[in-house]
């Protein structure tokens, strides 16, 4: 079983910038796929932006070149990187990783982009 905890969302005003952070406490960061996903109020959960094992990125369409992912096996967290967030960023952000076939899940942690 792999615990992941989700921090560093809140409120930002649109154009702001915003970083999420997710570890796994207990275990070693050599997942295999990873990522993280949204939910926005009555919309169904969608990919963000994903790290495949070999190192590959790839990101949604509506957050390409101001959402980054990356990681730091060091510390054993990956990252997200908001930058010119915008009202429809709004939604619930879920770290997630898979290893040996099964997926992991985080609880979330809720961004609200208003002014």
């Known amino acids: 079983q792999v615990q992941l905890v989700e921090s560093g969302g809140g409120l930002v005003q649109p154009g702001g910038s915003l970083r999420l952070s997710c570890v796994a406490p207990?275990?070693?960061?050599?997942?295999?796929?990873m990522g993280w996903y949204r939910q926005a109020p009555g919309k169904h959960r969608e990919p963000v932006a994903v790290?495949?094992?070999?190192?590959?990125?790839s990101y949604a369409g509506s957050v390409e070149g101001r959402f980054t992912v990356s990681t730091d096996n060091a510390k054993n967290q990956m990252y997200l990187q908001m930058n010119d967030v915008k009202p429809e960023d709004t939604a619930v952000y879920y770290c997630?990783?898979?290893?040996?076939?099964?997926?992991?899940w985080g609880r979330g942690t809720q961004v609200t982009v208003s002014s």
């Open positions: 790290i495949t094992k070999s190192g590959g990125r």
């Open positions: 207990g275990s070693t960061f050599n997942f295999d796929d």
């Open positions: 997630v990783v898979s290893r040996s076939g099964e997926v992991y």
